[in-house]
């Protein structure tokens, strides 16, 4: 409620200094030139949209306020020959204490920021000054004086005055306002004179203010010079993308152009009215408007909820852009929205929406999905973890690369259309990273197939594996489990060890690596590499070890089986060596060692070190052996 009590009469004017982080903001404002020096009336005509939107919104819950049927609306008028500009608002008013914190502080942190970027003479300040929390300063860019007159939404607040000229200091005293809302006056420096031309107004408001939500009103004008209908619930022929581009970076303050904007306008199955955007980069600006993750809700044009995280899943949450619904009550609160069924509607559409018009980006801009991919993949990819009943949905915007295609990404439908004839499944391998997963011993019997695999190698591909089961009627099995799907194509080989010879050899392994390894035995299908590690059968899969081990989890890791390739050169060498020798065992440690590297399993890389100096040096001892 508001309250009942008149605040304190204040009968003098009192001179108050500003921060030293706004008197330097000041100077530069007020001693720089600009090139665009006309959005400091975007900026103040923002101000006004924020102070109309708030009082809307406190008219649904709260019964004592000051002029309930004022018209919500902005006043512009000027007088050329004194170069006055006047602005008022019928917004939700100041009172003296909030007239000191809104216009005599700045943000320490927005104002530092702000003059870090000045340092930089490639940027277009008059462009980026809103991103800092400084808007309203930029009136000083034209101003010689500025005088801002409030009062208070509470009906027994007092009007209040606020004067500055941008030197140290601002004087804040009593004001006679009989009507809630704010007037800002203006007088201009002779070289801004323009600003008291109404046709020059005009040109700004259209530029900049045009679908700004609350009619302007300019000079003795009856008409609104703005358009006003919110741009979302605008027919999307009548628009054209630079006015979607400007919406954005109004929005957000990206100034980089966006991937991709949907716009929903819709009747069934909920009243719907949606802009969303997906920005260019995932990563969120340092001085970007938007602070969190969420959509702006509004209900029949007001703003209800600034950051709304339930009208989207949460792998979608790097979405930007406004919803509008005449379905919501106005009086819900923002604790009940969530609660909603409607909630629940609205975001199966939008969801639905998105990845409908993510998956026409990628038919129709390979490209640019390319882009989308590279910044946004692990979201999706998250999605299928969190959510495995959106899999369906989502594995036609995932991409792999491949054994075959290391450096292009491909879908999970151009890696079927590229399958064997015989080919069953889709394989895939997990590993550490996109180079060494390349040399992995697992890939050696489908390299020599020409059989592709899916390459996995950032974290969350082992979650986003226990949603991803199959493909439309093909299942996904990892190359280091599954059956040979054939056999090798018939090629030369090179001579095996004999059986007897290889036992011997199988054996010394076993007896030097010891508990490290459950079994040592001879592999079926490795060509290229010396030797691989597999799990035991009935072992936890590769996959969920990964996890246990992403997630810190306990869990006891099964006694790796080694497997050894009879053909390879290295084994037949290393019968040669004297049995039972040092250097035989140092080769044996040293293969174990480089399976578990390859596998990303080795706790330790660098205690490999000393152990290859040794290697390093018998070698030189026997150059010609």
């Given at each position: ?398 991409r792999f690369k491949t054994n075959l295609h290391p ?81 090798p194509k018939e090629e030369p080989k090179a001579e ?130």
């Open positions: 409620m508001s309250d009942s009590k008149p605040e304190p009469v204040q009968n003098a004017a009192e001179s108050l200094s500003f921060k030293a982080e706004t008197r330097q903001l000041l100077n530069i404002l007020i001693h720089s030139l600009y090139k665009d020096r006309e959005v400091f009336l975007r900026e103040l005509l923002s101000n006004a949209s924020d102070a109309l939107n708030r009082i809307r919104f406190e008219m649904l819950t709260e019964h004592q306020v000051l002029d309930p049927a004022a018209e919500l609306a902005i006043h512009i008028t000027v007088d050329k020959d004194k170069r006055l500009l006047i602005l008022q608002d019928t917004g939700i008013g100041m009172t003296r204490e909030e007239i000191i914190e809104n216009l005599g502080t700045i943000a320490q942190s927005g104002a530092r920021k702000f003059m870090e970027a000045t340092r930089d003479s490639k940027t277009d300040f008059s462009q980026v000054i809103g991103q800092f929390g400084v808007g309203f300063y930029s009136v000083f860019m034209v101003a010689e004086r500025v005088q801002v007159t409030s009062r208070s939404f509470k009906p027994r607040a007092r009007a209040v005055s606020w004067v500055a000229t941008g030197e140290d200091r601002f004087e804040v005293s009593p004001a006679e306002m009989n009507t809630r809302g704010t007037k800002v006056e203006i007088l201009l420096k002779p070289d801004a004179a323009e600003f008291a031309e109404e046709y020059r107004l005009q040109e700004i408001i259209h530029k900049h203010s045009d679908y700004i939500g609350f009619p302007i009103f300019l000079g003795d004008a009856k008409e609104p010079v703005n358009k006003q209908a919110s741009l979302w619930r605008t027919p999307k022929q009548e628009l054209t993308s630079e006015q979607y581009q400007e919406f954005y970076r109004q929005a957000t303050l990206d100034f980089e152009e966006p991937l991709l904007h949907i716009h929903i306008i819709t009747d069934v199955p909920v009243q719907l009215f949606a802009l969303l955007f997906i920005p260019g980069k995932a990563e969120r600006g340092l001085f970007s408007l938007r602070k969190e993750d969420g959509l702006k809700l509004y209900s029949r044009n007001i703003l209800i909820d600034e950051y709304n995280k339930a009208l989207l899943p949460e792998y979608l949450r790097f979405v930007q852009g406004v919803v509008d619904s005449e379905d919501l009550p106005l009086n819900v609160s923002r604790e009940t929205i969530q609660s909603t069924g409607l909630m629940t509607r609205l975001k199966k559409v939008l969801t639905n929406q998105v990845l409908k018009d993510l998956e026409a980006l990628a038919g129709k801009e390979p490209e640019k999905y390319q882009q989308f991919w590279h910044e946004y993949g692990p979201f999706l990819k998250q999605g299928v973890a969190m959510e495995p009943a959106e899999t369906e949905a989502l594995a036609p915007l995932l450096e292009s990404w491909c879908s999970l439908e151009e890696y079927a259309g590229r399958m064997q004839p015989d080919q069953k499944v889709i394989y895939y391998l997990v590993g550490e990273n996109p180079k060494s997963i390349l040399l992995s011993p697992h890939l050696d019997y489908f390299q020599a197939q020409g059989t592709e695999v899916l390459l996995l190698t950032e974290p969350v591909d082992s979650f986003m594996l226990m949603g991803l089961h199959k493909y439309k009627e093909l299942e996904l099995k990892n190359v280091a489990q599954a059956e040979l799907p054939e056999k095996e060890i004999p059986a007897g010879e290889f036992q011997t050899l199988l054996e010394r392994f076993k007896q030097v690596l010891g508990e490290r390894v459950g079994e040592v035995r001879a592999s079926e299908r490795l060509s290229q590499s010396v030797a691989r590690l597999v799990d035991p059968q009935g072992a936890m899969n590769p996959e969920m070890q990964r996890v246990y081990k992403y997630l810190g989890k306990e869990y006891e890791a099964p006694h790796k089986i080694l497997e050894l390739n009879p053909a390879h050169a290295l084994l037949g060498a290393l019968l040669k060596l004297k049995p039972d020798s040092a250097l035989q065992a140092l080769v044996i440690e040293q293969i174990y060692d480089s399976a578990l590297l390859v596998e990303g399993l080795h706790p330790d890389p660098s205690s490999m070190v000393p152990r290859l100096q040794q290697l390093m040096q018998a070698a030189l001892e026997h150059p010609e052996e």
